[in-house]
């Protein structure tokens, strides 16, 4: 079946670590997304990607990275930099056209927690 | 900014009921997405309205689109436990010549056995 799959699902931070956290898709959708979700929150934004080796930033990306060498995967990477790195993270897909008109699809998330 | 406001923030019925949540935003737009999101996992994609559409359904889910008002309500009709999940409406918003979507805060919607 394809879908989106993130890994780990919960994930251990300590002080001045930096952690990747690993988004794989099997859609073959050109555009993928990083979002925050905080308690009781909407998504925000960290990064997005509509074509490979390409990226942008998005509303909150200071303490965060992101690289797209290939197209069904799209790793995060949150730094030291980041000093309230705890939150759930979400990672969708898109088709590339038009992106903002398509429906999105999410993996599961990763549960970010510092130590 | 352009954000979805869904309205109410947390809504509680019995199994059978109808449930009723609304989503209010400010500037035009062309569609309109809503999404559930059970507890501890991903969003999923339940519907798209375009600005020239007025209703639109999906089995037990109904989704109206009131451009005049920038208002849409998402109904969903005989609700089951299984339904309980937030649910977001997200918007498009063109920003610096970029395009993204933006997510509201959600309704909480607990549907009683």
């Known amino acids: 079946d394809g879908g989106i799959t993130q890994s780990p699902k919960y994930l251990f931070r300590k002080e001045g670590q930096n952690v990747t956290l690993s988004c794989e898709q099997n859609l073959n959708h050109d555009a993928m997304y990083w979002y925050r979700q905080d308690p009781g929150q909407g998504l925000r934004l960290i990064y997005y990607?509509?074509?490979?080796?390409?990226?942008q930033k998005g509303d909150i990306a200071e303490g965060y990275s992101v690289s797209r060498e290939k197209k069904e995967s799209f790793p995060l990477t949150v730094t030291s930099a980041q000093k309230n790195p705890t939150a759930f993270y979400l990672c969708a897909s898109s088709t590339g056209t038009g992106w903002s008109n398509q429906p999105q699809h999410f993996g599961d998330g990763t549960r970010l927690s510092i130590l | 900014s352009q954000q979805g406001e869904e309205d109410p923030q947390a809504l509680s019925i019995q199994e059978g009921e109808n449930a009723t949540m609304n989503c209010s935003y400010k500037?035009?737009?062309?569609?309109l997405q809503w999404y559930r999101q059970n507890s501890g996992r991903g969003l999923v994609h339940l519907i798209l309205i375009r600005s020239n559409e007025r209703e639109k359904h999906s089995g037990r889910l109904r989704v109206t689109l009131d451009t005049s008002k920038k208002s849409s309500s998402l109904l969903i009709t005989a609700s089951r436990a299984a339904d309980t999940a937030s649910y977001f409406c997200a918007l498009p918003l063109n920003q610096g010549g970029s395009e993204k979507l933006v997510f509201g805060k959600g309704t909480k919607l607990t549907v009683n056995p």
């Open positions: 500037t035009s737009i062309n569609n």
């Open positions: 990607s509509q074509i490979v080796n390409d990226f």
